[in-house]
């Protein structure tokens, strides 16, 4: 079997997984007292939001490898899991209100997940408006690693930020996915929705490296 | 070590006298300046919300806006006359043409925030006076914080197309940061807080610096390699 | 269900679906995209 092919099973399988975590979610997992039945579209905002951040470290991870090591191969990687993660970042920024709203009373707030992933959203942007006003492959590669391993360090930047100096105020800008103590059956649905998007996450950046494959071997001939 | 300061000087030195002799883009930006201030000014009710509170977000916001139009041009020098490939075959070391880019768009910036400032205390009539000091402190570590990683991305940014619509969209998400940590600083110090309040923000910012200096030091070369 | 428990699973059903549909057209436009010569 070919990426792609891989790629799209393993798409489908965490599709059908996803059927199972939404059955788990909405049959077998207690209503929150407070919040409702729409406390549990957290079931799927926060792996998103989680794998957004994922997304963002691989392609940082995979610019700084390619300075060093110079092959296209980690920046067709880092071009995937961009696209991919500019994906999830739409589910939390969609989901995200509509969570709110019911529980909020607004559809946005400027709370710690949203606020992070609308900046990682930003960051991803950046990065794919600057690979698409380069036609250079290796110029394009080499920025994009650059702009990447930027990326990189300023989401460890704000994470080690939170643990230094823990007496300021919390900053909107933390990517800290709350998990308030949660009794073990929500603690065991979210686990395995973390699962089904990492999942989803992998089959999808499979394809797209398997795109971004194709269309060097063409251009190269 | 000593070398590498002697090239960037000499870098900035360049860039700052023909920035100096034509003086348009200082005065472009310095104007520019006056009139984001002047915006702020129209675009509130000065009876709904009290000066001081939109204070530090005027303040940071006009910085910001000068920042960008400051790193625009950075590398537009080199464009004209295919001046970078003359830097590049020189034996000048890489690292010390960041450096010299460095100190030449922090001294721009300076200038104009040097402006910007006074201006601000006088449109605004916020007061200042009592914590100077430490407020020049917040102004040059976040201005750091945008001109290190903003020398760095207007040399990517400056050999692409659309490359003034590119800088603010790359640029930003990493602005916000210091941003963040100015405005935090600034409303405490504006608001008469104690200083040991300002001192942790002021510590992030510095922080951020160190860390971006470096980072941005060390990835240059790779953006002008060939 | 008592009856504190607010009555907001229009919303929980909006979200439930919206995210398969993105997921699916995402997967449908890589299929798609793959296909392209």
Redesign the interface.
């Known amino acids: 079997m070919t990426i792609a092919q891989k790629g799209r099973w393993l798409v489908i399988v965490g599709l059908v997984l996803l059927g199972g975590v939404y059955v788990r979610a909405l049959a077998f997992t207690p209503v929150e007292r407070f919040q409702g039945p729409a406390q549990k579209i957290f079931y799927v905002h926060v792996p998103s939001a989680v794998t957004t951040e994922l997304a963002v470290i691989l392609l940082g991870l995979a610019g700084v490898f390619y300075l060093f090591l110079k092959d296209p191969r980690l920046d067709r990687f880092a071009e995937s899991s961009a696209e991919v993660g500019t994906v999830f970042a739409g589910i939390v920024l969609t989901t995200g209100p509509i969570w709110g709203k019911p529980i909020w009373g607004t559809w946005w707030t400027w709370d710690a997940r949203l606020t992070s992933t609308l900046f990682l959203f930003f960051l991803l942007m950046g990065y794919q408006v600057l690979r698409g006003a380069i036609t250079d492959d290796g110029l394009r590669a080499r920025y994009s690693a650059v702009l990447g391993s930027c990326a990189v360090v300023l989401v460890g930047f704000i994470h080690l930020s939170v643990y230094l100096f823990p007496t300021l105020h919390p900053q909107p800008i933390v990517l800290k996915p709350s998990k308030p103590s949660l009794p073990p059956e929500m603690l065991l649905t979210l686990l395995l929705s973390f699962g089904v998007f990492l999942l989803l996450f992998t089959g999808f950046v499979m394809q797209r490296y398997a795109i971004a494959t194709r269309r060097a071997e063409a251009f190269h001939g | 070590m000593r070398e590498l300061w002697r090239q960037a000087w000499t870098i900035a030195h360049k860039d700052l006298t023909l920035e100096f002799r034509s003086r348009t883009a200082i005065v472009s930006a310095l104007v520019f300046t006056a009139l984001v201030l002047t915006v702020f000014n129209f675009g509130r009710d000065p009876t709904a919300v009290s000066t001081l509170d939109l204070a530090p977000s005027i303040l940071w916001v006009t910085f910001t806006f000068a920042a960008m139009l400051a790193l625009n041009r950075a590398f537009q020098l080199e464009l004209e006359n295919q001046a970078l490939e003359g830097l590049l075959i020189s034996p000048l070391d890489r690292r010390s043409l960041y450096w010299g880019k460095l100190l030449a768009n922090l001294a721009f910036v300076v200038v104009v925030e040097a402006v910007g400032l006074p201006l601000f205390v006088l449109f605004f009539n916020v007061a200042v006076g009592h914590v100077l000091l430490p407020l020049l402190a917040v102004i040059a570590l976040a201005t750091v914080g945008f001109v290190a990683v903003g020398t760095l991305f207007s040399a990517m940014v400056v050999r692409t197309r659309f490359a003034e619509l590119l800088l603010p969209v790359v640029l930003f998400p990493f602005l916000l940061l210091p941003l963040t940590y100015a405005v935090q600083a600034t409303a405490r110090l504006l608001a008469g807080r104690p200083l040991s309040e300002v001192a942790g923000w002021l510590r992030l910012l510095a922080a951020y610096d160190i860390v971006f200096v470096a980072v941005a030091s060390w990835l240059f070369p790779y953006t002008v390699e060939e | 269900?008592d009856s504190?428990?607010?009555?907001?699973?229009g919303?929980?059903i909006?979200?439930?679906i919206?995210?398969?549909t993105?997921?699916?057209a995402?997967?449908v436009s890589?299929?798609r995209?793959?296909r392209r010569?």
């Open positions: 269900m504190g428990v607010p009555q907001n699973a919303y929980l909006a979200a439930y919206l995210v398969p993105i997921l699916i995402y997967a890589l299929y995209r793959s010569p």
